[in-house]
């Protein structure tokens, strides 16, 4: 996968960007319910973080230029009434687009989780083939028609600035359209340019090759999260930031004992933290 475009700090040079803290934005709103969450593991990790309404981007009484990370959370927006995450989506189209791809132009981040994986489809921030906003992918009901509410594990395919020293991540699902669909051309361009990002998996590691529950939705390739194109916007279904702890592992107990077996520390926090944790290092 092609990397985010390297920061002007690398280069040895100071840009008007630099002068901004690295400083993230909750996207908030109706029906939006992980802003807190999202909010708690960003600061964790070292980021700060505001919780901002959509009307208050619209109104113009806060800016995305102030901000270096931009979070479009889990939850339900509108009620989905429209489809998942689309009325959201065409709020933001509809009045604050110009500001968006201007954003995406610096070297900044967009991370969307679960409705955020929906709104980004629906924007065509993801896959954004050769920064082309469209409809490329969707996310269509889950296979067994019902709400997934479950622990699933996942993996990373691709190492990149999300993925990077991350063997798995086991977190919470809760969506109801969460089917990863493409045609097959692009699948295959997925797969060529390492933007697939995490893929459900079994408990070793094995791939759910489409098995329920291990691919809880039954998402194409068990896809569970991809990026964009040019790496610096990453969607994906399941919670990380709704499993902070070592202890909101399903199997923690089992792993306490192992742990303690072997002489090894009991974490603190899961292994889900470190994607949070890669962000502020990018930035860093």
């Given amino acids: 996968m092609p990397s985010a475009s390297p920061s002007s700090r690398t280069l040895g040079m100071i840009s008007d960007q630099d002068m901004i ?3 993230a934005l909750i996207m908030s709103g109706f029906g ?12 964790r990790a070292g980021m700060d973080a505001d919780i901002v309404h959509i009307n208050d981007l619209i109104d113009r009484s806060r ?4 901000y270096r990370l931009l979070v479009f959370p889990g939850g339900f927006s509108y009620g989905d009434d429209t489809g998942a995450g689309n009325a959201y989506a065409n709020r933001v189209r509809n009045n604050l687009w110009h500001d968006l791809t201007d954003f995406l132009k610096g ?13 980004l489809v629906n924007l065509g921030l993801v ?32 190492q990149n600035l999300w993925t990077k ?52 939705n039954g ?15 990453l969607a994906m279904m399941p919670h990380p930031e709704r499993a902070m702890e070592f202890v909101n592992q399903y ?4 792993q306490k004992e192992r742990l303690k077996r072997q002489g090894i520390p009991v974490p603190s926090e899961s292994m889900n933290m470190k994607l949070f944790r890669n962000i502020v290092d990018y930035f860093r």
Avoid at 130 to 156: F, H, S, W
Avoid at 171 to 196: A, D, W, Y
Avoid at 219 to 233: F, M, N, P, R, Y
Wanted: glycine share 6%.
């Fill in 21 to 23: 803290a690295d400083k």
């Fill in 32 to 43: 939006i319910n992980s802003e807190m969450e999202t909010k708690e593991a960003l600061t």
């Fill in 63 to 66: 800016l995305l230029a102030d």
């Fill in 107 to 119: 070297d900044n981040l967009v991370l969307g989780i679960c409705n955020g994986f929906q709104i």
């Fill in 127 to 158: 896959p954004s083939f050769g920064m082309q906003y469209k409809r490329d992918i969707a996310l269509m009901p889950n296979r067994k028609g019902v709400l997934e509410c479950r622990y699933v594990t996942i993996r990373p395919v691709a």
């Fill in 165 to 216: 020293d991350i063997e798995q991540i086991i977190c919470p699902v809760s969506h109801g359209e969460g089917n990863f669909s493409c045609s097959k051309e692009t699948l295959s361009r997925l797969k060529s340019q390492k933007m697939i990002a995490f893929t459900y998996c079994r408990e070793d590691l094995k791939p759910a090759n489409g098995e329920y529950p291990f691919n809880p």
């Fill in 219 to 233: 998402s194409i390739a068990d896809i569970a999260g991809i990026t964009s194109e040019d790496g610096k916007v």
């Fill in 251 to 254: 199997d923690w107990p089992l």
